[in-house]
């Protein structure tokens, strides 16, 4: 289940390979993984998506609206 503003619920085990190559994993039944890149747990979802301030970029911009 997907949801604009929040996690991507997954049914674990799950691995992850992330961006830079490396994988993390979880033995959880349910897994969520953060979409906003909000998290300080990063992929896993800490619920910083909550806060009212959209993310910014790494340049500092607000990224456009979807």
Known sequence: MARR???LLVEGPV???LEDGT???SD???VALCT???SRAYPWC???HR???PP?????AAPPDS
């Open 5 to 7: 503003e929040g996690p």
């Open 15 to 17: 691995d992850i390979t």
């Open 23 to 25: 994988t993390v994993s």
């Open 28 to 30: 959880r039944f349910c």
């Open 36 to 38: 906003c890149r909000r």
């Open 46 to 48: 800490d619920t910083s």
């Open 51 to 53: 806060r009212s301030e």
């Open 56 to 60: 910014r970029r790494p340049d500092g």
